[in-house]
């Protein structure tokens, strides 16, 4: 009924730049945040960014000012540039939704993920 589906993961070389969309689809009846968490082998899974309803931005303080978060409400789209890639920054990187699914259910949404590989 909800999915995220997320594209642009790939390989890039340390110090270039990605970009990550990911796009909500279902019955939703409203969207409280979206974001992008990640996760690399053996490490928990932590925030990236998230962006809520009315367009206020959380970052990872290490991350802050080579991630940018942004959206696309009509199009129910997210989207993560990333700039000045390090080899650290390589994970799985997962879409996350707070979605209203009815005037009364609430739902967490993630999506597959996608491999974001940074080479040094």
């Known amino acids: 009924q909800v999915q995220l589906v997320e594209s642009g993961g790939g390989l890039v070389q340390a110090g270039g730049s990605l970009g990550l969309s990911c796009a909500a689809s279902g019955s939703i009846f409203s969207i409280n945040a979206m974001g992008w968490y990640r996760q690399a082998p053996g490490k928990q899974r932590e925030l990236v960014a998230k962006?809520?309803?009315?367009?206020?931005?959380d970052y990872a303080d290490s991350l802050k000012g080579r991630f940018t978060i942004s959206w696309d409400s009509a199009k129910k789209t997210i989207y993560l540039q990333m700039n000045s890639l390090k080899p650290g920054d390589t994970a799985v990187y997962y879409c996350?939704?707070?979605?209203?699914?009815?005037?009364?259910?609430?739902?967490?949404?993630w999506g597959q993920g996608t491999l974001v590989t940074v080479s040094s």
């Open positions: 996350h939704a707070d979605v209203v699914v009815t005037s009364r259910a609430y739902l967490a949404v």
């Open positions: 962006i809520r309803s009315g367009g206020s931005t």
